[in-house]
């Protein structure tokens, strides 16, 4: 299946204070593309994605990252890189934020699309089943802020 060079919304989904609009992703894909929109707050916990690099690009707001031992205050126009098998995680820090997301190889899109098929309120069983399942490993809480 050809890829269009223009990107569109294939879908969005929700958790935990996260919209995630997907604009590639798949088989067919070489990599995943997502706009994130955060909740001030929320965000992805301290996880390993043991196969995926990623690149995040702030579009607006501000986020505070981990990766690894680093701790990252970073605003729009910024970018973080997480290579496959680092601890990482963000949250937005004061309001409403956006980041551009892009991982490789394609995929990580399944993750969001399982967590927002889960019944809320969700446990944090529910959530370990699907990380797993999609080889992640939850290692911590979403980034304080």
């Known amino acids: 299946m050809a890829v269009d060079a223009r990107l569109t919304s294939q879908s969005t989904v929700s958790f935990s204070g996260i ?7 798949g088989a067919d894909s070489p990599f995943t593309v997502m706009l994130l929109r955060v909740q001030p707050g929320h ?4 996880h390993i994605s043991e196969f995926e690099d990623k690149l995040f ?4 707001g501000r986020f505070r ?8 205050d970073v605003e729009t126009g910024d ?14 820090i004061d309001s409403v934020s956006m ?19 889960l ?8 959530v370990s089943a699907v990380s797993e399942a999609n080889k992640l490993l939850i290692v911590g809480p979403v980034v304080s802020v």
């Open 19 to 25: 919209d995630a609009n997907i604009l590639l992703g």
């Open 43 to 46: 965000g992805a916990p301290n």
């Open 57 to 60: 690009k702030v579009d607006s």
């Open 65 to 72: 990252f981990v990766v690894e031992d680093e701790v990252l």
């Open 79 to 92: 970018h973080v890189f997480a290579r496959k098998g680092a601890v990482h995680g963000f949250a937005a």
């Open 99 to 117: 980041l551009t997301l892009v991982s490789t190889p394609s995929g990580h899109e399944k993750f969001f699309e399982d967590l927002s098929r």
């Open 119 to 126: 019944p809320t309120p969700h446990t944090p069983e529910a």
